[in-house]
DNA sequence: CCATTTTTGAACAAAATTTTAACTGATTAT
DNA sequence: ATAATCAGTTAAAATTTTGTTCAAAAATGG
């Protein structure tokens, strides 16, 4: 489901420029020019992500936050002028998730908002898989091969549960980078072979349900119909 | 297929570095030094995506977007000498997809250039062809031909694929080289040919359907009524 | 902080595909 | 019928893509 972000900030062109760059990503996108207008909207929306302004007449970021944070732990990214180190302290202590330093480019701030978010997300949503003599169980981070358990590594099991969660469907390496890495650069590497390479050794081919080459192109989990 | 990009900039020298790093990324890349140049080949080519500086003389980047968005609303990533918040919302507004400042990492700008792409692309959704005996699936890239699957090589799969999307309808080999390898092609060749017969030996001639030559001018693939 | 595990990226060999070029066969126009 | 094109075939060369290994970097867990 599309994320929704609350932008805070006094400066109504940065608040539109952030506008225009998130609702390109896909977010739902709520703007809010002064600390108590960003309460305001906090409580009477359900939001999942705060991009917080820390100079701001009136109520400041950090009040703002102090705020936020009595009655939420919704992740937040603080904004701040350069070269103050004491305010990054201080809003990492007051509970901000990141924060990134003015003048920014957008493009950095979609990135860490889209890592922030991944760091949140996940947790709610992941179910587990099953096919024939196969479990992987996203909860436990554990795969159920021939009714052996075993463990895999954190980005082995990431790749073979998105490919699982999208069985018979190619996917090329360049976009398993972004969906599993997060990776938004340009890598000619075989890191993702590598990954596959172990999850084959681990999970050796199956009658129902291989993760199959396709030439040119890049991996799939096909599925047996 | 390969993406196509065109590359608009006054400066000639700006535009052949970004041709380089873009073609060693695998775009196939056109330029243009001025807005009208840029137009002429947007309405000739087939694009992908737009790079297109802001200040050049005659018609700057802003009308040229402009003129662009009348027809099309393909990518467009505006190029910028450093500048003012406002000029990025003005762009923006006016419907470019990502802002870049000059002086720029060439590195960065392809990392941007392929994150707009992939923004785009996938609302392209391949979907899946169906005739008579045969089912072209470009999810998980496999043909099913009288009930039984097999795997074509990707330029087979993506000649078909193109051929019969677009049923009874005589592509000349030149087009074909353009719409499926992506070529602006130097001569002749029998290079669609040799694909042609890999593709009827692996689909033999059906009641239905079959890929057709047209004497003298090409190929195509032929649906009964 | 150190030891251990995991991930990464480069190098290179192996595999598969694609292109080329030369040749053969087919069709058309004169 | 014959020359001139155009299409089909073939096999080998060239290219591209993948699999694997390995060492170094990064992350993890005591």
Redesign the pocket.
């Known amino acids: 489901m599309e994320n929704r972000i609350l932008i805070v900030d006094d400066d109504v062109n940065i608040c539109d420029l952030l506008e225009i760059y998130l609702e390109k990503e896909g977010y739902k996108v709520y703007k809010a020019n002064s600390g108590v207008d960003a309460l305001k909207i906090f409580k009477e929306r359900q939001l999942d992500l705060i991009v917080l302004d820390v100079m701001m007449p009136g109520l400041d970021g950090y009040e703002t936050l102090k705020e936020i944070r009595k009655t939420s732990a919704i992740p937040v990214v603080m904004l701040t002028a350069k070269g103050e180190t004491f305010d990054r302290v201080l809003g990492l202590e007051l509970g901000a998730d990141d924060y990134i330093v003015k003048p920014f480019e957008p493009k950095e701030l979609v990135a860490r908002i889209r890592a922030v978010l991944r760091r949140y997300k996940p947790q709610v949503q992941k179910k587990s898989l099953e096919y024939k003599d196969l479990i992987i169980d996203a909860d436990s981070f554990i795969v159920i091969y021939k009714g052996q358990e075993m463990?895999l590594?954190?980005?082995?099991f990431e790749l073979l549960y998105f490919l699982a969660s999208n069985p018979n469907k190619v996917f090329t390496?360049d976009q398993l980078l972004y969906e599993v890495?997060g990776y938004d650069y340009p890598?000619?590497?075989?890191?993702v072979?590598?990954?596959?390479?172990?999850i084959?050794e681990k999970l050796p081919e199956h009658d129902e349900w291989q993760i199959k080459?396709?030439?040119?192109?890049?991996?799939k989990f096909e599925v047996k119909s």
Chains 1, 2 share one sequence.
């Open positions: 463990e590594p954190p980005k082995e390496r890495w890598g000619d590497s075989r890191t072979d590598v990954h596959i390479k172990r084959r080459t396709v030439w040119g192109v890049g991996y």
